[in-house]
């Protein structure tokens, strides 16, 4: 404890000034609580620089917490993008294919996606999370851009349609029964010949018995025992279209070369004849005398769920019934 000295005035001279005990204990402790307390700060700031203050800790979880919903983020918009995808094929595929308007290409649909890289700013943050930004802002976007033209494609068509509410009731448009598909167009292997040829039409699973509907307003063309194709019906629908139903059981009442049938009406019974592996409804769809894949005809019927599950399995399946 060092001396200290008050200068006293009357004296001319300095005095010792004499603490008592009571300010001797307050002076120590004042110093301990002194040092302690520049230690306690120092060895507070060096651990929340390794560990993290609370706050610290807290922000943390919440960065991990907001990193997984990014990540769920993602798989939701791999999966939109994959059903904008599957759209516009539909579109290109079925809607404008048979209006008749000129399909969009990739580069239309894909307008203006690319160029500056207007995402620099999700630099800023650590590499995972950044990426993920930018994925997620830039794939958003291009889902956007890919609805709004989808909506301006499809006013098209829409327009497209009154325009042509004739041609649009004639042309198949609709499922011939009700049953799953079995099989689809093109190379398969025939069920009783055992080796590849073109399918001409797809396979629908029915009973002996099941209703067959015409898919388009029409005047019944033929409607007899041909071939390996059973008794077959055939629908003229003008516009260069015919549909064919065949392996029939019966035909319905009244229908015969010359009569007029609508849309939806009941024209026949499925059945089992002619070369088959199976009772089911063999349907084609001919364009201009050439069979065109009549999954691309159903789009009055199929919901765009339905149309994908068809289109998978029309795809999948080697063989056909035929
Ligand atoms: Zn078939």
Known sequence: MKNYYYY?????????????????VVYTLGLW??????ITTLSLSLLSFSVGSPSEIALKAENRALYEQLQQTRSSIEHLDEQISMIANMDNEMYRTILGIDPLSDDERQAGIGGADI??????YSDPSSDLLRWTASNLESIERRINIQKLSFKEIKAHYNQNKELMSNIPAIR????????????????VL????????V????????????TGDGVVKSAR???????????DHGHGYETRYAHLSRLADGIRPGVTVERG?????SGNSGVTSGPHLHYEVVKNGRPVDPLNYMFADLTPDEYIEYRRIADSNPMSMD
């Not at 049953?179 to 292997?189: A, N």
């Not at 396979?203 to 015409?214: H, L, S």
């Not at 025992?225 to 059973?230: D, I, L, P």
Request: charged letters at 20%; proline letters at 6%.
């Open 33 to 38: 609580v002194l040092v302690g307390t520049v």
């Open 119 to 124: 995402y620099a700013r999700f630099d800023a």
């Open 265 to 269: 009406q009941i024209v026949a019974q």
């Open 194 to 201: 055992g080796y590849n040829r073109m399918h001409e039409g």
């Open 176 to 191: 011939p029964v009700s049953g799953i598909i079995l099989s689809g167009f093109g190379m398969r292997r025939h069920p």
């Open 203 to 214: 396979d629908f699973r029915a009973r002996v018995g099941t209703p067959v509907y015409a």
């Open 8 to 24: 006293d005035e009357k004296e001319c001279q300095f005095i010792p000034v004499n603490y008592g005990p009571v300010e001797r």
């Open 225 to 235: 025992r041909w071939r390996t194709y059973g008794l077959l019906l055939v629908i």
